[in-house]
């Protein structure tokens, strides 16, 4: 069973920095995507950041230059660890950040953890 675990959420001052970490748990065979997500009140879903299977690495326009994303992969893809580091950070930013995962037996979210930048 895939379990996929967030940590390091907080409430943080504007220009300040805050690590993510998602704990990733049980074989995945092949992965083929691996994103952080964010979700503010009132809003859709999107994407924060991705790493492709091919290793290639995308991020949306918002946190590009602030953010950066990182895995560390076991070597049976028993045990992942995929982190976001953010820095600079805006009000703007304010949001559930989720762990979000696509291998080849499905597709797995974390259950998200709570960011906030406030003064």
């Known amino acids: 069973q895939v379990q996929l675990v967030e940590s390091g959420g907080n409430l943080v001052q504007p220009g300040g920095s805050l690590r993510l970490t998602c704990a990733v748990s049980?074989?995945?065979?092949?992965?083929?995507?691996v994103g952080w997500y964010r979700q503010a009140p009132g809003k859709q879903r999107e994407m924060v950041a991705a790493i492709t299977g091919a290793g290639s690495i995308n991020y949306a326009d918002f946190v590009k230059g602030r953010f950066t994303i990182s895995m560390d992969n076991s070597r049976d893809n028993a045990k992942n660890t995929v982190y976001l580091q953010m820095n600079s950070l805006k009000p703007e930013d304010t949001a559930v950040y989720f762990c979000n995962i696509r291998c080849s037996i499905g597709e797995y979210w974390g259950q998200g953890t709570q960011v906030s930048v406030s003064s």
């Open positions: 049980g074989s995945l065979f092949m992965i083929y995507h």
